[in-house]
């Protein structure tokens, strides 16, 4: 053994701990997300912004979550997929898809939610394309939930790469059908902007609940920033395209809701980019070479994985402000 696992050792012996004090500050994500929302929902002011907005955006956390979640062994064979914290989740966001279809028949129906009858629900699900999206939605995200829950009492007998492909096209359904389906590729580009955001932020996420030692974060963070550098300029190229069919003028920027909510958004993801851009000159490198601690690794991912919750809560208001 090297004198750098011994220390390793030693470093994993004396953080554990610590490390898993701080993983509990990864809940700050629900209601940074909340928060982010409920910015995005001031921002919109007198524009119509949809009831469901705060499921919508605890949806897409858990969807993210998953997401991340199930790529970990691709990042590295050595990490086994968390097969618990997949289970509840996915089951997390079945249960975000289901009060979204609840919300948004009771929208349709202009009824409140507590007065919406079976038959009235059941009338959305069949004969509006939004209950049918919602259904697959549902399906989709609780296939996800059964099959992890499968993988935690039999984890030879299951691969990730299952739940990462379920997860993908489930969470891509709702981009193809929304806003920007109306316009020339605005399909592609909205599934493939919410796919690129999710594998970022899940994966930071399911890293910073799993990876433990000073020798993981040095093998493992410049694996991240290499995958992190392309979801980077994916979500940066697609989301300025989209934002430029979408906002007619610079004067929407000021005038109007969705202009101002996409202004906040993207002065939140700048402050990412530069964040991003200052972590791959200092916390990598020190990470790779072994001179960062666990718990310091730790306490950087969980502040990048908070802020880009705000995103998030930023974004899921976005989607559905007229």
Known sequence: MNRSDRTDRRSERGTTGGSSSLKWLLLLVVPLGLCGAALAWALAASDPVQSETAVRVLADLAGATVLGSAALPRLSERLA???RVLTIVAGVWAVMEFGML???ASE???IP???LSAGQFGDYLTAVSGGQIGIALLIGSGAVAIYSAFGFRNPDRVTADLVLVFTAVTLA??????HMSQQMFGSVLGAVHALAASAWFGVLLA???T??????WAVLLPRYSRWALPLVATVTVTGIVNGLIRVGGLTE???TGYGRILLAKTVILLALLALGWWWRRTWVPLATDHRMDAESSLRRAIFEVLLMSVVFGVAGTLAVTA
């Open 81 to 83: 997929p968390p097969w």
């Open 102 to 104: 609840a919300l948004e």
């Open 108 to 110: 349709v129906q202009g």
């Open 113 to 115: 939610l507590a007065e």
């Open 173 to 178: 359904l709702r981009p193809i059908t929304g």
């Open 207 to 209: 890293l910073a609940l």
């Open 211 to 216: 990876v433990r030692t000073r020798g993981e």
């Open 253 to 255: 920027f000021g005038t």
